[in-house]
């Protein structure tokens, strides 16, 4: 057995008197990649977070490599030998690669001038033993963002980590670009690296990892080498109960008569769009699949009236819109959970309440005043609605964990009482018990006479959902598929790639 890297025994915290990690063992071993999963909330961040410094544990232990330690900040554990990716990257894009890696440790000259030659020469020896090629002199806002994830990590290992915390690190990545991440991962590995990686994509977990462990409530409640278990298993752990089968398909009536409720003719944008077309019909649920980059994400800030439309129409209703603003399209009845809800869908450092409420203020006053009890009620209502787990709604949402979070975009834009919504990239970073209540939400939606434009990465999502999917590419709608016509996600994967089956 490999010695462990990390041991953690008896973890607790609590936040405002609410028991987040409850007696939590953690172990992790040199030379091998370990999961940690759990649903939303479960406390993997958090237990995370105390590893390297962010949280001081209210009770228990850790040792790293057999040596116990106290670590009361990130500097302490950068000192243990602990570093830490997070999902939001911590880099400054204006600079290069390699001002990034070594941004406050930067190498100096005899006049205690920076010198970015020595730093260049460090990053690009560093990029060769990760067995990377990336040019430490480019500006980072010029390379994709697989080189953004490689250069966290690279910071990470200059600093001698022998322990890498990996936060949701395939979430902005294309397929290519998760296994080019792979590889990098299985090279550290082999040098000795212990890399602990936290994941809500089963795929990524049961294909990478050796070891995996479940939270969930707080509780460690399943630890075992991955080739002992099951997918099912997992999931069963990870929700406490077996998973409802809301992720497969169910074939929906949607009559081809049914009343237009969106019409998009040949819309052209100068971000993507070349001449899109498309119909939704009420009642109707529609994927838009694509790679990325095709124009899926601008088709839905055009109609939403972010991205200026240069050509074209749409007609909601049977009847022509224009559309020049998010206001134009939520008067429309048109509503957007957009791609990124951190930085497009929320105001972290806001409270629940003051979230929800924000784009339903002009239907909650009057004469200039606010009802704040008819906005209590209002989100306690949705709260109740979409089951959406926090201690208060006055507390600010960046402290909600990233599924409780969403829940809240998608609550507050039901509020407005849409027609058609557009979600792009909907269970983006939630648990699979949360994605298959939004699959749930998603298609009561529809079938209370609404209508639904559901942009996804997540194949497996889309055709749990969709009733019809069109393939993008180019900024054009390339194919039209009826969800019945779909074999299985094989078949789909093609499409989106283009291969001729």
């Known amino acids: 057995m490999r010695a462990a890297a ?28 370990h999961a940690l999963v759990g649903g939303n909330g479960a406390g993997k961040s958090t237990l995370m977070k105390i590893l390297v410094g962010i949280y001081a544990p209210d009770e228990g232990t850790f040792d790293v490599e057999g040596r116990r330690v106290v670590v009361r900040s990130p500097y302490d554990a950068r000192e243990a030998g602990i570093g830490m990716v997070f999902q939001e990257f911590s880099l400054i894009p204006t600079l290069t690669v390699a001002q990034n890696v070594f941004l406050t440790r930067e190498a100096r000259g005899r006049a205690g001038m920076i010198d970015d030659r020595r730093s260049e020469r460090q990053a690009r020896e560093l990029f060769r033993r990760m067995g990377v090629d990336i040019d430490p002199r480019r500006p980072l806002d010029e390379l994709p963002t697989v080189h953004w994830q490689l250069t966290e990590i690279a910071k990470a290992l200059s600093q001698d980590a022998r322990v890498l915390i990996m936060d949701e690190p395939t979430a902005a990545l294309a397929k290519a670009e998760t ?19 936290i994941s809500h994509r089963m795929e990524e977990v049961f294909e990478i990892c050796d070891r995996i462990t479940v939270l969930r409530d707080g509780r460690r409640v399943l630890t075992d080498d991955a080739a002992n278990l099951t997918m099912q298993r997992v999931i069963d752990q990870i929700v406490g109960r077996k998973v409802e089968q809301a992720m497969e398909w169910k074939e929906r009536h949607v009559s081809p008569g049914a009343d237009m409720l969106l019409e998009v003719r040949r819309l052209v944008s100068s971000t993507k ?43 909601i209703g049977g009847r022509p819109v224009t559309i020049r603003s998010p206001e134009d399209a939520i008067d429309a009845g048109v509503a957007l959970i957009p791609e990124d809800r951190r930085a497009q869908g929320l105001v972290l450092d806001h409270t629940v309440r003051e979230n929800f409420l924000l784009p339903l203020l002009g239907r909650i006053s009057w004469s200039g005043f606010v009802d704040d009890r008819g906005g209590e009620r209002l989100v ?24 409780n979070q969403q829940k809240v975009v998608i609550a507050k834009w039901l509020g407005v009482e849409p027609r058609i919504l557009i979600m792009d990239e909907p269970t983006a970073g939630v648990d699979i018990g949360t994605k298959g209540e939004i699959v749930t939400m998603i298609r009561a939606f529809a079938e209370a006479g609404n209508g639904v434009l559901v942009i996804s990465s997540e194949l497996p999502e889309l055709l749990a959902v969709s009733d019809r999917i069109l393939i993008i590419r180019d900024g054009r709608v390339e194919r039209e598929l009826a969800r019945s016509e779909i074999r299985n996600e094989e078949q789909l994967h093609h499409a989106v790639q283009g291969i001729a089956t």
């Open 273 to 315: 769009l070349r001449g899109i077309d498309l119909q939704l019909r009420r009642g109707e649920i529609l994927g838009l699949a694509g790679l990325m980059g095709s124009g899926r994400s601008e088709l839905a800030r055009a109609i939403f009236g972010i991205d200026r439309i240069d050509s074209g129409e749409i007609l």
């Open 179 to 197: 296994e080019q991440l792979f590889q990098l991962l299985r090279r550290l590995k082999a040098q000795g690296i212990a890399i602990v990686y």
């Open 6 to 33: 990390v041991a953690m025994h008896g973890i607790s915290k609590s936040f405002s008197g609410v028991r987040v990690l409850d007696s939590v063992d953690f172990e992790l071993r040199s030379g091998e990649i």
């Open 380 to 403: 306690e209502a949705f709260v109740n609605r979409l089951s959406i787990r926090l201690r208060s709604i006055d507390q600010p949402i960046r402290l909600l964990s990233g599924g």
